[in-house]
């Protein structure tokens, strides 16, 4: 009997349904994850995300997967595919259980290293004590390996046990659940392990239940998951084994396959029939499933790990479905939507919202007719066409006005219908074929002033509407044939009408005083667009006219009016709605997101589909304020949130670069021509030959909640001067930069508009080509100079050589001066010389003739002739050597008696 008490309180725990609601966003293989079996999982000290699969090795950044696989080619690859172990020790070495041995994984290489003694075994469950010591499991074998010091020790499952799971409680003790569902708690200074005694009673079949997992509570307990008896818990001082969960809904015993921790109180499980969320204070069990017509719940059952990242999200890997992620941040908006063959809104273009007296909460859509949910409920009742009488006329619903018992509902080109609340039947209708008076049966939206009037906006105009006496008058005040699309009263009784094309009309009852605002161009003080979609009073008494050219801000005491558009930071000029919630903040309904504007810093706060919105394009005429509840519909559902839970938070993601191409190409550690000798993440400064001088980087801010919406910034000094904004894009390309030294910088801010303080920063040092190396510039300086000092060198020479020859010159010049003056001296000799020796020559020859002379006479005179004709002929030589000087020489060939020669000669 006890027994089944228990089974019962544990079913229904299990079957309680949170108030809370979880939404989950998926990875698969097709968002980049190596294999949608993921086993095991680790969130790392610099933030990134590890998952083990079947089929490889993932880290995450939040964008993309790294996938690290084995490579027979590659003795620093990974050993094998299939990974079921993760655990980061205190050095920030990642350790990696595979079914072929535990490697270390070394960040700055980006290589694998075997530990040999698990070269051939299966390893998992990973843990390190507080002497440094590495608890793992290889096959059945409990080991433990010291990284600094080198040590391996192994328990021989022959002498000691097998172990199938490990934990390390405060303060550091380790504790052991073995094969024959045992715990073990060691003992560090007797190296021996001390069996715990689980005190029998106390839980059911735990002898046969198949203990997998073991995880600490930090409050002197352990949380026991079983093979077949679902989650049980172990008090360690006492002894006492209780039942947590037990069976699923079908009776089917729960299969834990891991346990995490999340918060003081909280603790995750995960089984191979969903989640179980486990609050140990209260008792409280919450069991998530996948739910087949749910995008937003978990993709698998078989759930394998959980792990928590730094910002408080949670990480379910599964063996089909990839991986699950949960932030409480991507909670914050509660959705409403189409769920075939489940109890859930009718339809995705929501219109209309509101609440009737009793509570009950109405939602119009333009697809699928009219909702209820009845107060203090989550149940939807329908109402739409049907064939038979108190059927709506349509069910493209647009105005809808709670009025006592009665739901006015306004319809598209099929008039007016008036539903009977407690009936749920169309009591009466109005169209323009029974009621001309009606302006048309297009009722676009349906408003009640404080006196009581209601006021009908139509494809036609605006009408009031006289519900006693079932007649329709037309408002003189705003001209026929305008498109209404929306109606407002202000704080002072003023009836505000927006207009398609007509821009916004204004007039009161009860002064008759009234206007148009229109859009003018370049007219600044004014509407930024004639068709106002909806109007807005604030606490302030200012006025904000929703366009589809932006917010524009009235204040009717100043008259002025100020736009907020998409060059303000919206993220779209097309404006549905806007609300004011309890803190003076205006949120508005745009077609590219949800925008949160702080009246008083005007700073905004967009939140689109990565935020947890259904669609990041609202809808026209759908937002409703629910005392502090706030409604918007969108093209495919409804959001519901009170902006006063939302977790504020300060978390700044640091920033890491990630990737380095140069021409497209990714450069990969250690390959041949890349300058990376260790992981680009871990580069301060890095050298580029000059053909490596267009590259492209990426970078990633390790945001999980949504990475969607981080923004950065970054700056390239050394070619920037100012920082340069990006909304998406991580990735941003230099091309062909000049040899030099630069410095990159870049900074990221999440949602929450905060700046890192402190840029994460490359230095990127360019070398310029051997011929501009400095060698090279030194070289040319040598050159030049020794080029210089040979051309001043030779010029000197040059002009020495002149100046020789110039000299050489002169003193030619002088020599033949000197010459000509000894010639013309010897000239001048020769011929005072010849003339005494003709005058000689003549007596002399005329004396020889004479007769009668001694022959000794005769002799003398014949020897003074001779020697007079010698004296004439050198006089002649001189003579003619000078005038061979004067006009060259030329030979002159005369017949002579050679023995006439030959004996002057002799005698002589």
Not at 94 to 110: P, Q, S
Not at 194 to 212: C, F, K, M, V, Y
Not at 517 to 526: E, H, L, P, T, V
Not at 851 to 866: A, C, R, Y
Request: proline share 3%; glycine share 8%; charged share 20%.
């Amino acid at each position: 009997m006890k027994f089944t008490l228990v089974l019962l309180h544990c079913m229904l725990s299990a079957l309680a349904a949170s108030a809370q609601s979880y939404y989950f966003r998926h990875y698969q293989v097709e968002n980049g994850l190596s294999n949608n079996g993921v086993l095991c999982s680790l969130h790392d000290k610099q933030g990134f995300l590890w998952f083990g699969t079947k089929d490889g090795l993932n880290r995450f950044d939040g964008y993309a997967f790294k996938i690290f696989r084995n490579n027979t080619a590659d003795s620093t690859s990974i050993g094998s595919n299939f990974i079921q172990a993760l655990y980061e020790d205190d050095q920030g070495i990642i350790w990696a259980g595979t079914d072929h041995g535990l490697y270390a994984y070394n960040r700055l290489n980006e290589t694998f290293t075997c530990l040999p003694p698990t070269r051939h075994t299966a390893v998992k469950d990973l843990r390190m004590d507080n002497q440094g010591y590495l608890w793992f499991i290889s096959g059945f074998t409990l080991c433990r390996y010291h990284p600094r010091k080198k040590i391996f020790h192994s328990y021989d499952t022959g002498i000691f046990f097998k172990a199938v799971s490990l934990c390390i409680t405060e303060p550091g003790i380790l504790w052991v659940a073995t094969y024959d569902n045992t715990l073990e708690k060691y003992d560090p200074f007797s190296d021996r392990f001390i069996e715990s005694n689980l005190s029998p009673g106390t839980s059911r079949g735990l002898a046969n239940a198949g203990i997998d997992k073991i995880a600490s509570t930090g409050i002197q307990s352990i949380l026991i998951g079983t093979t077949n008896r679902g989650l049980k818990l172990f008090d360690i001082v006492s002894g006492a084994c209780t039942d947590i969960i037990t069976y699923n809904d079908d009776r089917t015993g729960i299969f834990v396959r891991d346990i995490l921790r999340t918060s003081t109180d909280e603790f995750w499980v995960a089984t191979e029939s969903g989640l179980y969320i486990y609050n140990i204070r209260s008792g409280a069990v919450t069991n998530l499933k996948k739910q087949y017509n749910n995008p937003y719940s978990l993709s698998d059952n078989a759930i394998y790990t959980l792990t928590k990242d730094n910002e408080g999200g949670v990480w379910a890997g599964t063996y089909f479905g990839g991986i699950n992620y949960y932030s409480a941040l991507y909670n914050s908006f509660e959705k409403f939507f189409p769920k075939t063959g489940e109890n859930s809104i009718s339809g995705n273009a929501v219109r209309e919202i509101c609440r009737d007296t009793s509570g009950n909460l109405w939602v119009g859509t333009e697809d699928a007719g009219l909702n209820e949910i009845k107060a203090g409920s989550q149940r939807f009742t329908y109402y739409n066409t049907t064939a038979g009488k108190g059927g709506l006329s349509y069910s493209n619903i647009h105005g809808l006005l709670p009025l006592g018992n009665e739901l006015l509902t306004g319809t598209f080109e099929h008039g007016l219908d008036i539903l009977n609340i407690t009936s749920g039947k169309v009591s009466e209708h109005f169209s323009q074929k029974n009621y001309p008076s009606l302006t048309s049966d297009f009722i676009y939206t349906i408003y009640k002033t404080k006196a009581g009037v209601i006021l009908l906006g139509t494809e036609g105009g605006l009408c009031s509407f006289n519900r006693k006496e079932h007649t329709f008058s037309a408002i003189p005040y705003v001209p026929k044939e305008n498109f209404i699309a929306s109606i407002f009263e202000d704080s002072y009784g003023n009836i505000w009408v927006g207009t398609f094309t007509q821009g916004v009309y204004h007039f009161n009852p009860k002064t008759g005083v009234h206007g148009n605002f229109r859009y003018i161009n370049q007219n600044k003080n004014g509407l930024s667009n004639n068709r106002v979609n909806g109007i807005m009073e604030d606490s302030q008494h200012v006025l904000w006219f929703a366009t589809e050219g932006g917010i524009t801000r009235y204040d009717p005491q100043h008259q002025l009016f100020r736009t907020f558009s998409a060059g303000d930071g919206f993220p779209s000029n097309v404006i549905y709605r806007s609300l004011e919630d309890k803190r003076g903040n205006i949120w508005v309904s745009t077609s590219k997101g949800l925008v949160c504007m702080n009246l008083n810093t005007l700073q905004l706060q967009i939140y689109t589909t990565a935020n947890g919105l259904l669609s990041d394009q609202f809808n026209y005429n759908s937002a409703f304020n629910d005392n502090g509840n706030l409604y918007f519909g969108s093209v495919k559902g409804m959001i519901r949130f009170n902006p006063d839970n939302f977790i504020k938070t300060t978390f700044i993601p640091p920033v890491y670069i990630t990737g380095f191409q140069v021409y497209d190409k990714e450069l990969l550690v250690n390959q041949q021509g890349s300058p990376l000798k260790k992981s680009i993440t871990y580069y301060d400064k890095i050298t580029l030959s000059y053909k490596q001088s267009s590259f492209s980087l990426d970078f990633a801010a390790l945001s999980y909640s949504a990475p969607e919406m981080t923004r950065y910034m970054y700056k390239m000094e050394g070619l920037d001067k100012e920082w340069t904004y990006l909304k998406s894009n991580r990735k941003v390309y230099f091309t062909e930069l000049s040899p030099g030294t630069y410095t990159f910088m870049v900074k990221a801010s999440s949602n929450t508009n905060s700046w890192n303080d402190r840029p994460t920063t490359l230095i990127i040092k360019i070398s310029p080509p051997v011929w501009l190396s400095p060698f090279a510039y030194l070289a040319y300086i040598v050159a030049a100079g020794l080029l210089c000092f040979f051309l001043i060198r030779n010029y000197h020479l040059r002009v020495h050589a002149k100046n020789r020859r110039k000299i050489e010159f002169l003193e030619n010049e002088k020599e033949k001066e000197i010459y000509h003056a000894k010639i013309e001296f010897f000239t001048n000799v020769a011929h005072e010389i010849k003339t005494p020796l003709t005058l000689i020559k003549l007596p002399l020859e005329k004396t020889l003739q004479t007769k009668g002379l001694l022959p000794e006479t005769i002799e003398n005179l014949q020897m003074m002739e001779k020697n007079t004709n010698r004296l004439i002929d050198l006089t002649n030589q001189l003579l003619d050597f000078r005038k061979t000087e004067n006009d060259g020489f030329a030979l002159t060939f005369v017949r002579s008696d050679i023995s006439e020669f030959l004996i002057d000669l002799f005698q002589s």
